[in-house]
């Protein structure tokens, strides 16, 4: 009981972290073209962070039992354990220099190395961890492809109503970016909370305080919820300096436009039960707005070092996992 109490508070601390960590995903675009205010924007997303965290469970049960059998595991605990020890110090890590890294691939690489180095290379389920980087691999690249032509199609529309002054056009498309910023957080709750709840799952499963078929409990989505909302009500300033106003110039309407595009990319993602990542789509649909209006206007230096991370963040975090879970096999086991 100890193990799974101190697991349950690592695992909300993950989540916390993942929060605020991960804030600028919901609130960069609505903030850089001041349709809210920084303050606002980070309580509005913090609400629909919790209510999205509290509506799913198809993500948390591809994290419990997708990657690897909990059930099955004579020292689950120790991995689970291992692995969000290096969750966190990747994201801890990342945060501190500003990158929006991936706390997906973070979680799955720090899962992925743990079981390695604690049940051996079979014990992965490779099947379920191939689907799983499919959907990682291919958002990014729909959000951008999509961004693009939904910031064409709007364009396009603008030209056949007519001439309309760029002040209207701002104004309009400010107000609708409350909208498209908080179905951005609803979706970014509905993923990335049900995550940490997967984590907690795996735990009890192995733990036998759960059956691998159970749902994810009541006080699993409360708390994981909850973690969330708190975490994103801190804020993560650099992130948000970095998605809202390094990448490209943001405008209300390619704000809206790459909104409206990451938001139907996670919403589909998490009915399908696919752990996507919300950073990874975020910026790929703001890169494909851009892209639709002057590609050289884009800063391919900071995108050029995202994508690196992106790159890297499942090999280092695998590698992190399996250490740490060698480190707590000779310390503690």
Do not use: C
Not at 5 to 24: E, K, P, S, Y
Not at 291 to 315: C, E, L
Request: hydrophobic letters at 55%; proline letters at 3%.
């Amino acid at each position: 009981m100890t193990s799974i109490v101190i697991i349950v508070i690592l695992a909300l601390l993950f989540d916390f972290i993942n929060g605020f960590h991960d804030t600028a995903n919901a609130i960069a675009t609505s903030v850089s073209t001041k349709a809210l205010k920084p303050r606002v924007a980070i309580f509005y997303a913090a609400i629909l962070n919790f209510v999205g965290a509290i509506i799913a469970e198809g993500v948390a049960h591809s994290i419990g039992k997708g990657i690897a059998d909990p059930g099955h595991l004579d020292n689950g605990i120790a991995i689970v354990t291992a692995a969000l020890i290096s969750m966190i110090f990747w994201n801890l890590l990342t945060w501190y220099f500003g990158i929006p890294s991936s706390s997906s691939h973070t979680l799955i690489g720090s899962l992925v190395g743990a079981v390695i180095a604690g049940a051996g290379v079979n014990e992965v389920h490779w099947a379920g961890f191939g689907k799983i980087m499919s959907g990682l691999l291919l958002s990014p690249l729909i959000a951008f492809v999509a961004g693009f032509f939904v910031l064409k199609m709007i364009r396009q529309l603008l030209r056949w109503f007519g001439k309309t002054s760029p002040g209207t056009i701002n104004k309009g498309f400010r107000s609708m970016q409350i909208l498209s910023a908080g179905w951005q957080a609803l979706s970014h709750g509905m993923n990335d909370a049900q995550k940490a709840m997967g984590i907690i799952f795996f735990a009890l499963v192995s733990g036998d305080y759960l059956q691998v078929t159970d749902h994810i409990p009541l006080w699993v989505k409360l708390a994981a919820a909850t973690a969330m909302g708190l975490g994103t009500s801190v804020g993560g300033w650099k992130i948000i300096q970095t998605v809202g106003s390094k990448i490209i110039k943001i405008e209300p309407m390619n704000g809206f436009a790459s909104d409206l595009t990451s938001a139907t990319v996670l919403s589909v993602g998490t009915h399908f039960g696919l752990p996507l990542s919300t950073t990874h789509v975020v910026t790929s649909s703001i890169i494909g707005t851009g892209t639709a209006i002057r590609a050289r206007s884009i800063n391919w230096g900071v995108v050029t070092t995202m994508i690196m991370t992106w790159v890297i963040t499942i090999p280092i975090s695998m590698v992190i996992g399996f250490l740490v879970y060698h480190l707590i096999y000779t310390l503690i086991l």
